[in-house]
């Protein structure tokens, strides 16, 4: 396998406020440079808030050539993107508690660079074989971590979305991020847990293997977490690396 060939991003994006609540607070973006889903949380529209404002601070680097160092660019904006959450909450105390997740990916024509807070997913196709590619940044992975509980209890626990990380929150802010290569035929998804913590891995495995449309497959894994009852809101970005011409 080699990723010397000319690569070119294809990509399609859908969110929807699932069944039970009555705002979207998740926030979505997909260009030819820039993939990413962020979740907000707040409540009273704080979250749409806080997840809108990091999705249009980050959607600058969809604009401007990448240059050589795309994971610092991108670590940068996160930061940057946090200060400015912090600020709003510091001047308008109704906005105090007010944070968003965030999984985004910067590409740069080779590679991916990867940054990752909070529960939302991002996951890899290659090869046949899905990888979840992301870390959850919650109380219940690091109890898996740690041995004290699985990932089938974790994944049932009443409190599986509390949060450890997660951008306008107290405390220092440190997203996981990293470089990743890249490969023609390789399929990325990119969402929010309203996604991941609803249709299991398996169901999007076949999903995103069976070679559908983008767009096509973008909207059915929504209409999946609609008909696994579509507790929270729902976004996703699919991409797909190809064989420049």
């Not at 705002?23 to 979505?28: A, L, M």
Request: aromatic share 4%.
């Amino acid at each position: 396998m080699s990723n010397n060939a000319t690569l070119t991003l294809r990509y399609a994006a859908r969110t929807d406020v699932g069944l039970r609540r009555q705002r979207n607070e998740d926030s979505v973006y997909a260009g030819p440079r820039l993939l990413a889903v962020a979740d907000g949380m707040g409540g009273h529209s704080h979250g749409e808030v806080a997840s809108a404002t990091v999705i249009a601070a980050l959607s600058v680097l969809d604009g401007d050539p990448p240059g050589s160092d795309v994971l610092g660019a991108l670590g940068a904006t996160i930061a940057e993107a946090d200060r400015r959450l912090r600020d709003m909450a510091d001047r308008d105390p109704k906005l105090t508690g007010m944070g968003t997740t965030l999984t985004a990916m910067l590409w740069d024509g080779r590679r991916f660079a990867l940054a990752h807070i909070g529960d939302s997913r991002g996951y890899m196709l290659r090869d046949g074989y899905l990888y979840q590619i992301t870390r959850d940044h919650t109380l219940v992975q690091s109890l898996v971590d740690d041995g004290q509980m699985t990932a089938e209890q974790a994944a049932a626990h009443p409190r599986r979305s509390l949060l450890m990380r997660a951008l306008g929150g107290s405390g220092s802010v440190e997203p996981d991020l990293s470089m990743r290569d890249a490969y023609a035929g390789d399929r990325y998804l990119i969402c929010s847990d309203g996604l991941s913590g609803v249709v299991g891995a398996g169901v999007l495995h076949e999903t995103l293997s069976a070679g559908d449309d983008l767009g096509v497959t973008a909207q059915r894994l929504i209409d999946l977490a609609k008909e696994g009852g579509g507790p929270d809101n729902i976004s996703c970005v699919v991409a797909e690396v190809m064989a420049g011409a």
